[in-house]
């Protein structure tokens, strides 16, 4: 048996038609040749997926950047500790 692969607008309109309920899954799933399990996959994906598609970029964006700074200010502090545990090498080591 040969793997099927699907585009992204393929598995979208099939999705959307699962979401829009005027056909069963059976249905579709003999109209597109696709397993019914599949297009429940599909279909949940799709589901869990529409939220995002509304939310606010700004909110992302806002999101984005706090991660950023909190990234940048790790970074500082580990540089920091590096810097202080060199310095702790060289003055803890002993000169014969």
């Known amino acids: 048996m040969q793997k099927r692969i699907f585009q992204d607008k393929q598995k979208a309109q ?9 056909k069963t899954i059976s249905q579709i799933s003999s109209q597109y040749q696709i397993h019914s399990t599949q297009i429940q996959k599909w279909k949940a994906i799709a589901k869990e997926g529409l939220p995002g598609i509304f939310s606010n970029d700004r909110t992302k964006d806002k999101e984005l950047a706090e991660r ?5 200010e790790l970074y500082k502090i580990v540089g920091q500790r590096d810097t202080e545990l060199e310095w702790l090498k060289k003055k803890l080591q002993f000169e014969p």
């Open 14 to 22: 099939v999705a959307l038609e699962a979401l829009k309920g005027e």
């Open 68 to 72: 950023d700074k909190l990234i940048a």
